[in-house]
C-alpha cells in the first residue's frame, strides 16, 4: 500500500470516527447530515485542522445547514441537461467536461457536485467508454476536461487507459484534468504517476487550493514535481463565506501559488448548490475582494473572477467598475486606489458610457 493510499484508510469517513476526533460535535444530527453527503476527510487534511470551524475545518466537517437549506438545486449548472451521454457535459462549442471518478480524497461539503461524489453508482465503465465515443464522433471536440469526483484518484493504470484513449483521438489537442489532489492529498503526486500522464503531453492541471494553511512543504513537492514534469498548473478557488471571503487571506493563497508555480485563474462564487448556500456570499463582496486584489499585488496573482450561471449558461466574468465613461474622444477610468484618469484617443470611436447606478 502506497502513502497516499494509507493515508485515505486511515482517515475520517463516518460520523463515528469523527467523533472520536471532535468528542464536541453533535453525533446524532451529523448523522442524518451523512445519510445524505458522505464524509471523507483523509489523515493528511485532517492534521491541518487546528479546531473545529477554522477555515479548514469548515470545508469538512458536516453543519446542520446542509440538510436544512432547500433554498438552492440539485443540479446547479444544468449538467445533466448539457449531457448527450452519462458522465459527459458538452456546453461550449470546442470542449467538454468528462466525468470519469466519483471519489474524492476530501468531500468538500461545499461541492457543485454533492448530489453524485461519494456515489459509486453516478458512474461505470460502459459510462466511460461511451463518453470516449462521443468525443471520437464530435470532431468539433478539442479541449476535453477530466473531472469527477477527482480523476487523480484512480490508478495509474486506470489513468493511462482513459488519457491515452483521449490523446488517440485527433482532434483532441487539449486534456484537462481537475484535482484537488496537490492541495489535499498531495502524496499522491508520485514520480510513477507523473511519469503515466507525460507521455500524453500536453495535459494541464487545475487545481484547487481554498486557503493558504493548504500551502504546506507538502503540497510543494508535489508542485515542485509536477511543474518540472512539464504540467502548467491553473488554480479554481470558491469564495467561500467565513473562511476566505478575505482579500487578505486571498492575497496570501495567491501570491503563495505563484512562489509554487501555480497560476491563479478563476475565483468562483460559489455555486447555488442544494446542502451549500451557508457558503455563499452576496457579490458585494465578492467585488469587494477583487478591488482589494487588483493593483495591490502582482497582476499574476488575480484570477478572474467569475459566475458559473446558474441553469448552464456557462461562466461570466465579473468586474469592478474601472471604466467610467468612454466616448469618441477619451476613456475616464478609475484606479485601485479610486483615482480618476483620463485616456485621449486619436480617432473617432464607439461611445459608451457605465449606468451610473449600482446594484449594490
Not at 84 to 98: E, M, S
Not at 101 to 120: E, F, L, M, S
Not at 312 to 318: A, T
Request: aromatic share 8%.
Amino acid at each position: 500500500m502506497e502513502e497516499w493510499q494509507r493515508l485515505l484508510v486511515e482517515g475520517v469517513n463516518s460520523v463515528q470516527k469523527l467523533k472520536e476526533r471532535f468528542p464536541e460535535i453533535d453525533e446524532r444530527k451529523l448523522q442524518a447530515i451523512a445519510r445524505k453527503y458522505p464524509i471523507r476527510i483523509n489523515h493528511y487534511y485532517l492534521g491541518l485542522i487546528q479546531e473545529l470551524g477554522d477555515p479548514i475545518a469548515r470545508q469538512v466537517i458536516p453543519e446542520e445547514e446542509e440538510i436544512t437549506d432547500i433554498s438552492c438545486f440539485e443540479d446547479a449548472l444544468n449538467e445533466e441537461g448539457d449531457s448527450p451521454v452519462p458522465g459527459l457535459t458538452h456546453r461550449y462549442p470546442d470542449r467538454a467536461l468528462f466525468y470519469v471518478n466519483y471519489q474524492c480524497a476530501i468531500y468538500c461539503r461545499y461541492c457543485t457536485r454533492k448530489r453524485k461524489v461519494g456515489d459509486p453508482a453516478s458512474i461505470s465503465r460502459a459510462n466511460i467508454q461511451k463518453g470516449l465515443d462521443y468525443i471520437r464522433s464530435h470532431t468539433e471536440l478539442r479541449d476535453i476536461v477530466l473531472s469527477g469526483g477527482d480523476p487523480l484518484l484512480l490508478k495509474d493504470e486506470q489513468l493511462d487507459e482513459i488519457v491515452g484513449a483521449l490523446r488517440a483521438i485527433p482532434h483532441v489537442e487539449i486534456i484537462r484534468i481537475g484535482t484537488r489532489i496537490p492541495s489535499v492529498l498531495p502524496q499522491r503526486v508520485t514520480q510513477g504517476l507523473c511519469d503515466t500522464l507525460k507521455k500524453h503531453h500536453p495535459i494541464y492541471l487545475m487545481v484547487h487550493f481554498s486557503h493558504p494553511r493548504e500551502l504546506t512543504a507538502e503540497s510543494k513537492r508535489a508542485c515542485d514535481l509536477l511543474a518540472d514534469n512539464g504540467f502548467p498548473m491553473m488554480n479554481q478557488t470558491v469564495l467561500l463565506r467565513g473562511i476566505n471571503d478575505d482579500p487578505q487571506v486571498l492575497k496570501e493563497l495567491f501570491v503563495g501559488l505563484l512562489r509554487l508555480r501555480v497560476k491563479p485563474y478563476y475565483l468562483f462564487q460559489a455555486d447555488q448548490v442544494e446542502g451549500a448556500g451557508h457558503f455563499r456570499t452576496n457579490l458585494a463582496k465578492g467585488l469587494d475582494v477583487m478591488k482589494g486584489l487588483r493593483g495591490h499585488t502582482s497582476g499574476l496573482a488575480v484570477p478572474y473572477y467569475v459566475i458559473d450561471a446558474p441553469g448552464g449558461g456557462g461562466k461570466i466574468p465579473i468586474l469592478p467598475e474601472y471604466l467610467i465613461k468612454c466616448d469618441e474622444k477619451e476613456a475616464v477610468m478609475r484606479n485601485y486606489e479610486g483615482k480618476i484618469y483620463r485616456y485621449d484617443f486619436p480617432t473617432k470611436e464607439v461611445a459608451w458610457e457605465s449606468s451610473s447606478r449600482s446594484p449594490f
